[in-house]
């Protein structure tokens, strides 16, 4: 059974930075397509940026720019580096898998303040 274990999230000042991580459990991360979603109270879950086996990267439009999505097979690990942070980045982000089946880990809260 695949788990997947968010952290990194806090508090932050508007124009700072976060570096979020998702640790995979098992051994299918390597094969696995990976990405960040986001939950702010009283919206639907939204895509954030994702990332495929072979490296390729996607992202929502509204943190291009400003949000990088990178893997470590290496380490199982799935990261979410985001900059310029604004107020309306505030949300639990969580981290998917795809490997045919989705996993979603726990998330962790993301908080901007202004």
């Known amino acids: 059974q695949v788990q997947l274990v968010e952290s990194g999230g806090g508090l932050v000042q508007a124009g700072g930075s976060l570096r979020l991580s998702c640790l995979a459990s098992g051994n299918i991360f390597r094969g696995s397509a990976m990405a960040w979603a986001r939950q702010a109270p009283g919206k639907q879950r939204e895509f954030v940026a994702g990332i495929t086996v072979g490296g390729s990267t996607s992202y929502a439009d509204s943190v291009k720019g400003r949000f990088t999505i990178s893997r470590d097979n290496t380490k199982n690990t799935l990261y979410l580096q985001m900059n310029s942070l604004k107020p309306d980045d505030t949300a639990v982000y969580y981290c998917?898998?795809?490997?045919?089946?989705?996993?979603w880990g726990q998330g962790t809260q993301v908080t901007v303040s202004s």
């Open positions: 998917n898998l795809n490997a045919g089946y989705v996993r």
